[in-house]
């Protein structure tokens, strides 16, 4: 025992030495450089891990082949796996990228290996790191060393309201019997450990129950799975899962209602969920009803195939009451109706009586360009009641003067004003006018120059005694005459 003691103390001391006089190989050469870990200590039954980085200094891009040769004794694997055949360095910068080294038999002999992999260009140009490779004895030990495959297996995306799973296979693959296996499961969001054991080239499993909190909002997650033999901590795993969104909704109906065109329904609305939600409502709708149709909150008139909706998207915050209320409401018709009627009748109540409308008639035209007009005032009460006291005043321009020769049966002029620069002014008095009597007055005036453009006759002017007494005013319509009126 003693001498297996200073055996193992020799060894080990050994050990420490080696890996304390571990160095990093820099090799360079014209057109890159290579730099990696150059030594690791494994049992035949481990893999060696070893970073290797790539330095290009050149203004082009370097593309490099791994040359892993046929070696019996050793499996070779990159990370990642693509470079296993060739990789890119960018010009000017550096790769890093790793490389794993695995004894093909476990019962390959313990001791010191150098093992060389390398790195061609495509120019030709060669670097040939030297990697240092122990190989442990494991007979040294009293025991074999845990060795262990795993299985991870838990639902990526996950509803916080059920149970979820967490199974973890475990494959001993030597002869140990692993009595004390601990297997610790962390999360954000959740912390569990479980004891097992493995039999000699025995497997096992551990389920993990979690029960999330039915209102954890939704979220990332990453399950870490780390497996503890002794004082062996094995690699962790790790796992991505999403909690999912949900909506619990509870839904109060109140009574619908119909009152004087308008009908109502109403609902509340709560979401008893993990996150806000959109909840839809969609009513179908006719082409006359869909311009009375309304919400709150408000929706929007959707056409689906050739049918009419209304179709309101409602947000439902986490835990807040939302009452939603839709309406159709034809009450708008019935205002439209009573204000078209209200203004209908406050036109017709306070409206003028009276209408006066002017009218012009070409009588002739010499080969002078004098022109002979025939003007008529067209006076009309519109109501039920006389009108009392109407006054009637035309003014013809001075650019005309009037025929007084006055056709038989109508209203002369009680008065003829002229006026140099105003032309002629003449005025009537209508002592009273019956109900919905009409007067048409006439009168012929001529041009006195050759009309070359137009000119304009202005509006008849009537005042009377409107309603209560009150002295009242209206004017006709202009008209203009020249060239067009000639043209008619």
Not at 7 to 26: D, G, I, P, R, Y
Not at 249 to 257: G, H, M, T
């Amino acid at each position: 025992m003693a001498k297996f003691g200073r055996e193992f103390f020799v060894f080990s001391l050994l050990l420490v030495l080696t890996l304390a006089l571990s160095f990093v190989f820099v090799s360079s050469a014209f057109g890159f450089e290579v730099t990696t870990t150059s030594e690791a200590v494994i049992y035949p039954n481990e893999t060696a891990e070893y970073t290797f980085t790539v330095i290009n200094p050149s203004s082009s891009d370097e593309r490099i082949e791994p040359i892993f040769g046929l070696d019996s004794k050793w499996s070779f694997e990159t990370d990642p796996l693509s470079y296993l055949s060739s990789f890119t360095v960018p010009a000017k910068s550096s790769l890093s990228f790793g490389v794993r080294i695995s004894p093909i038999s476990e019962l390959i002999s313990s001791g010191k290996y150098a093992i060389s992999i390398p790195l061609r260009s495509e120019t030709g140009e060669e670097e040939t790191p030297d990697l240092y490779l122990y190989i442990r004895n494991p007979n040294a030990l009293s025991d074999y060393l845990p060795s262990l495959n795993f299985l991870f297996d838990a639902q990526e995306n996950v509803d916080p309201r059920q149970t979820q799973k967490v199974r973890l296979d475990i494959v001993n693959r030597n002869p140990l019997n692993i009595t004390s296996l601990d297997v610790i499961l962390e999360s954000d969001l959740y912390n569990a450990s479980q004891t097992t054991h493995v039999d000699p080239l025995g497997t096992t499993s551990v389920v993990f129950e979690i029960q999330y909190d039915p209102h954890q909002a939704p979220t990332n997650d990453t399950l870490e799975l780390t497996v503890v033999v002794g004082e062996k901590v094995f690699t962790p795993i790790k796992k991505q899962i999403h909690i999912l969104p949900y909506a619990d909704i509870v839904e109060v109906q109140y009574p619908a209602s119909s009152f004087f065109f308008k009908t109502t329904e109403k609902a509340e609305y709560t979401n008893n969920g993990n996150a806000d939600t959109i909840k839809q409502f969609k009513y179908p709708v006719s082409w006359f009803s869909r311009y009375f149709a309304a919400s709150d909150p408000s929706g929007e008139i959707v056409d689906d195939q050739g049918l009419y909706y209304y179709q309101a998207d409602v947000l439902l915050p986490l835990g807040v009451p939302v009452v939603y209320t839709y309406s159709v409401n034809y009450r708008s018709i019935l205002w439209a109706i009573l204000l078209i009627g209200l203004i209908a009748w406050l036109y017709y109540k306070f409206r003028s009586p009276l209408t006066v409308r002017k009218e012009v008639m070409t009588l002739s035209v010499s080969k002078e360009g004098h022109m002979k007009l025939k003007i008529l005032l067209h006076i009309k009460n519109r109501t039920l009641h006389l009108v009392d006291d109407v006054a009637l005043e035309d003014r013809i321009p001075a650019v005309a003067e009037i025929d007084q020769r006055f056709e038989i049966g109508t209203v002369k002029p009680e008065k003829i004003l002229k006026h140099e620069k105003a032309g002629t002014i003449l005025q009537w008095h209508i002592p009273h006018l019956e109900a919905y009597e009409e007067r048409i007055i006439t009168y012929k005036v001529g041009s006195m120059y050759h009309i070359v453009g137009n000119f304009q006759l202005p509006g008849a002017v009537v005042n009377f005694k409107g309603r209560k007494q009150r002295p009242t005013k209206i004017v006709s319509n202009a008209v203009r005459v020249g060239k067009q009126m000639e043209d008619r």
